[in-house]
């Protein structure tokens, strides 16, 4: 069975911390690794990641794809209170489907 | 451009009862997803509609159903409602590149 686990769970920082969040994936006919941030409303799209060892880059936020291993990361560098939310990784099937990981609470205090 | 547009927001509906929840889909986008997430199960894939057709199907009850028209823009509709489908129904697009984009999502709450 298609299965994504993320890691931790939940996450306190402080402002100016760097923090790495984890994403393990199974997903049969596997095709991308998805990574939203979600406040109090949907989910937003971050990054999508197709191939082993690219890293993709968005001001302090960065993320890499591990297809040997079948994981993914997240870092998000010089944290700030604004990044207080959850995280989602998701695998996406060649069917469309996308598989959430539980996600990781994300708490930073000034 | 417009994002992935949802109605209605926020609705609240008696056990028995069945609802009808729609999605439009960013312009020219013609991949429509729905998911639900509650807070002890998460996102959860319901089904997908590409060009009026259901490409894919999540492990719900048949109470749970949907339907894409020709312009794009779907429908889910939930019968005989339960308490435990309170949740929040979101709808996402996908573009030819297939990154998803979510819309703003309609909360449900059954009574």
């Known amino acids: 069975e298609d299965k994504v686990v993320q890691s931790p769970l939940s996450l306190v920082v402080h402002e100016g911390d760097t923090v790495t969040l984890n994403c393990s994936y199974e997903v049969t006919n596997f095709r991308s690794l998805l990574w939203y941030k979600q406040e109090k409303k949907a989910p937003t799209f971050l990054f999508m990641l197709?191939?082993?060892?690219i890293e993709k880059k968005s001001g302090r936020l960065s993320s890499i794809l591990d297809k040997k291993e079948l994981f993914s990361i997240l870092n998000i560098t010089a944290t700030q209170t604004g990044d207080s939310a959850i995280y989602l990784c998701?695998?996406?099937?060649?069917?469309?489907?996308?598989?959430f990981g539980q996600g990781t609470t994300l708490q930073v205090k000034p | 451009k417009a994002g992935v547009t949802q109605t209605p927001r926020y609705l609240i509906k008696t056990r028995g009862q069945q609802v009808t929840l729609s999605c439009s889909p960013i312009s020219g986008h013609r991949s429509v997803s729905w998911y639900q997430q509650t807070p002890g199960q998460g996102l959860q894939f319901l089904f997908e509609y590409f060009s009026e057709t259901q490409r894919n199907k999540g492990n719900f009850p048949g109470r749970f159903s949907g339907r894409q028209f020709s312009n794009s823009r779907s429908e889910m509709n939930v019968s005989t409602l339960e308490l435990g489908d309170s949740a929040l129904y979101l709808c996402a697009s996908r573009d030819t590149g297939n990154t998803i984009y979510f819309g703003e999502g309609s909360w449900l709450t059954v009574v």
């Open positions: 197709t191939s082993s060892g």
């Open positions: 998701a695998g996406s099937s060649n069917t469309g489907k996308l598989i």
